[in-house]
């Protein structure tokens, strides 16, 4: 353990909640040096719907290495990319009337992809400012970071961020409170302050900000305002696509139609870094080169997220199966829910992302140590860390998933009991 703590920055995050060295994973568990099994409800943040070392997809990767298939591509045309850009039409976006959407490969992480939608915005409506909001989060490059609300991430940017304004996220002023009002008045009185901008972008169910939900039918309405005013509609689907909300878009059933979408994660298929923006074909006013990056072609990621939409998503079997999993879940934390009433517990989610927020200060922070403690890694998230995030594989068998939220509940329960109150720790 001694050299990350002499050699890697203080910046490390997760590592510090879960303090052991990991040598194999594979589906939903871990395993360690010193051979303790771990069942992961972290999933990569996201990127491991499909669990470690997915057995069909490691297959994939193993065989484009062993052909010499080429892995660093930059943006050149490869096989490996035109099997992906084919998977991607024919199961993703033509079954969505989709087709005609333009695919940009960006530098490989969520962030990049976040920039180059902002980036386009600006440059199609020639206005400045993106509206962003509440609790939102979308990376930690200067652009991104200037549209995430988390004031602990902010503080790490040592500029001004500017070109931003927040709005309030359906559910931010309780139930009563009509947000989609109060954004509409805004935009649409000319002595609000408050300039058009350029673009919206959002969650439809904020991950790091805390599993909180935006309804079709506030989103819908978010469109009409975006339609009025001449403001594209960007998805930023990092988190809570590829699968994770039960569908393979979270905005899928909804009845929008965003005019960008940005992908990462776990469009890479096991972990292999990759992010795209999907756009309207009118919107693909790029200039040649003007967003570029070497890593934008990494074709073992496209071998990858190949072999994952050809499994997962030729048909709905995966997306039914996402839902009944989900249901599981979301009885679990009811059940702790229930265990607890003097704690007054929220239960958030859609498909297999699930919330459970628990508003004593410090309270989830410590349940993370516990279920660590017992062989359960779940990370908390939202503002103040209050909220439990449940983030594991999408794969995780029903076996697995009991086994989980069981070590979940019991360490709720110690905590609650106070025998298990540890010092804050929090990673997002
Ligand atoms: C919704 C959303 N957007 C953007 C990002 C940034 O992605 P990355 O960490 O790969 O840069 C994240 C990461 O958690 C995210 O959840």
């Known amino acids: 353990m001694k050299i990350f703590h002499q050699m890697e920055s203080e910046v490390r995050g997760y590592c510090r909640d879960y303090p052991v060295v990991f040598t194999r994973a594979l589906g939903s568990e871990m395993f360690t ?13 996201g990127a491991l719907n499909y669990g470690h070392n997915n057995p069909l997809i490691k297959q994939a990767v193993i065989d484009h290495l062993m052909r010499d298939g080429v892995l660093h591509g930059l943006d050149l045309h490869t096989d490996a990319k035109k099997a992906f850009l084919g998977a991607l039409r024919k199961h993703i976006l033509e079954p969505r009337e989709m087709g005609e959407y333009k695919v940009q490969f960006t530098g490989p992480t969520g962030t990049n992809a976040v920039e180059a939608a902002m980036k386009l915005a600006r440059k199609v409506t020639g206005r400045n400012d993106i509206v962003s909001f509440t609790n939102g989060y979308h990376g930690m490059t200067l652009g991104a970071i200037a549209a995430t609300g988390n004031s602990h991430h902010r503080g790490g940017a040592g500029v001004a961020l500017g070109g ?16 989609i009002a109060y954004i509409e008045r805004l935009l649409d009185d000319p002595s609000s302050g ?12 904020q991950g790091e900000g805390g599993v909180n939900i935006a309804s079709p039918e506030w989103m819908r309405k978010l469109q009409d305002i975006c339609r009025r005013h001449g403001i594209l509609l960007i998805v930023d689907d990092i988190q809570a696509g590829c699968g994770r909300t039960g569908s393979f878009f979270s905005f899928d059933g909804m009845d929008i139609e965003p005019d960008l979408v940005t992908l990462s994660k776990s469009i890479g298929g096991i972990g292999l870094p990759m992010a ?25 990621a496209f071998a ?24 599981i879940i979301r009885q679990h934390l009811q059940w702790i829910k229930a265990d607890h009433p003097e704690l007054g517990a929220k239960v958030r989610g859609r498909g297999m992302m699930w919330g459970l927020d628990l508003p004593r200060p410090g309270m989830a922070a410590e349940v993370v140590n516990a279920a660590y403690e017992r062989g359960l890694i ?21 076996e697995l998933l009991e086994e989980g939220l069981g070590i979940l509940r019991e360490a709720v329960a110690a905590v ?13």
């Open 378 to 398: 779940i990370e908390n998230c939202g503002s103040g860390g209050s909220v439990i995030k449940f983030l594991g594989p999408l794969t995780t068998s029903v």
């Open 416 to 428: 609650a009991a106070g025998v298990d109150a540890k010092s804050e720790a929090s990673s997002c």
């Open 304 to 327: 990858a997220a190949t072999a994952a939409i050809e499994k997962y998503w030729s048909n709905g079997a995966f997306a039914a199966e996402v839902k009944e999993k989900g249901a």
């Open 33 to 45: 040096e010193e051979g303790l099994r771990f069942i992961d409800f972290l999933g990569g943040a």
């Open 194 to 205: 408050v300039d058009i901008p350029a673009a919206m972008i959002i969650e439809t169910v």
């Open 164 to 179: 931003t304004t927040f709005m309030p996220f359906q559910g931010y002023f309780g139930s009563e409170a009509d947000t």
């Open 276 to 300: 795209i923006l999907l756009m309207k074909p009118e919107h693909d006013q790029w200039a040649v080169g003007e967003h570029n990056g070497t890593f934008r072609g990494n074709n073992l």
